[in-house]
T-cell receptor, first 112, second 114 residues
Framework: LAKTTQPISMDSYEGQEVNITCSHNNIATNDYITWYQQFPSQGPRFIIQGYKTKVTNEVASLFIPADRKSSTLSLPRVSLSDTAVYYCLVGDPTSGTYKYIFGTGTRLKVLA | DSGVTQTPKHLITATGQRVTLRCSPRSGDLSVYWYQQSLDQGLQFLIQYYNGEERAKGNILERFSAQQFPDLHSELNLSSLELGDSALYFC?????????????FGPGTRLTVL
C-alpha cells in the first residue's frame, strides 16, 4: 500500500521561497503526482501536477526525482495569503483496486 | 467557486441514524469522488464514480454506500452512524477518470454525530 508522509508544519516569512516535500513509495509507475492547497473550511484546490523532473506554472514548481519516491513543491516568494495546508496526492494501484492517497498534509504559516 | 455543489452544508444527527449527502458535479464532469476529512485521519479517499460506474474504491466502510445517477449527481449514504463518523465530507469532480485530471472540490458537508 502506498504511504505518503509530509512534514506536519512549516513557518516562513513573506518573500521567502518555501519547499515542501512529500515522500511516497509504491506509487503507480505511470501516474502523476499532484499537489493541492486547502484553506480552513474549504475544499482543497489544485496547485500543480507532474510526472517526472520539473514542472512550473504561474504559482509553483514541482520537482520529482528519477526514482519518483518523493516530490517537492516549491512556492516562490510566499505571501500571507499562502498560509494554508498543502497536500500531495498520489495513486495506489496495489491491493487489487485503485486508490487515491492524500499525504498527511503540511500546515504552512507565513509570517509578516 | 469550484462549480461543485454539496448539500446540506451542515448535518447534525444521532448515533444509529442514516443520512444522505448530495453532490452535483461541475457541468461536463463525468467523474465524482467522495472524501472524508477528520482531524485524526486527514483526507481519506472513499470512492469514485465515472459516468455512473464505480471506478475506484478506498477504505470505505460497509455502512457507507454511494451511487452516481444518470444526471451525474451523486449521493453518499451513511448508515448506523457512530460518533467517529463525525467529519467533513467532500465531493470532487473531474472531467476524466485518471489522477492527472484536476479534481474540483465542493465546499463540503460537515457531519456531526451526537
Amino acid at each position: 500500500l502506498a504511504k505518503t508522509t509530509q512534514p506536519i508544519s512549516m513557518d516562513s516569512y513573506e518573500g521567502q521561497e518555501v519547499n515542501i516535500t512529500c515522500s511516497h513509495n509504491n506509487i503507480a509507475t505511470n501516474d502523476y503526482i499532484t499537489w493541492y492547497q486547502q484553506f480552513p473550511s474549504q475544499g482543497p484546490r489544485f496547485i500543480i501536477q507532474g510526472y517526472k523532473t520539473k514542472v512550473t506554472n504561474e504559482v509553483a514548481s514541482l520537482f520529482i526525482p528519477a526514482d519518483r519516491k518523493s516530490s517537492t513543491l516549491s512556492l516562490p516568494r510566499v505571501s500571507l495569503s499562502d498560509t494554508a495546508v498543502y497536500y500531495c496526492l498520489v495513486g495506489d494501484p496495489t491491493s487489487g483496486t485503485y486508490k487515491y492517497i492524500f499525504g498527511t498534509g503540511t500546515r504552512l504559516k507565513v509570517l509578516a | 467557486d469550484s462549480g461543485v455543489t454539496q448539500t446540506p452544508k451542515h448535518l447534525i444527527t444521532a448515533t444509529g441514524q442514516r443520512v444522505t449527502l448530495r453532490c452535483s458535479p461541475r457541468s461536463g464532469d463525468l467523474s465524482v469522488y467522495w472524501y472524508q476529512q477528520s482531524l485524526d485521519q486527514g483526507l481519506q479517499f472513499l470512492i469514485q464514480y465515472y459516468n455512473g460506474e464505480e471506478r475506484a474504491k478506498g477504505n470505505i466502510l460497509e455502512r457507507f454506500s454511494a451511487q452516481q445517477f444518470p444526471d451525474l449527481h451523486s449521493e453518499l449514504n451513511l448508515s448506523s452512524l457512530e460518533l467517529g463518523d463525525s467529519a467533513l465530507y467532500f465531493c470532487a469532480s473531474s472531467a476524466g477518470t485518471a489522477i492527472y485530471n484536476e479534481q474540483f472540490f465542493g465546499p463540503g458537508t460537515r457531519l456531526t454525530v451526537l
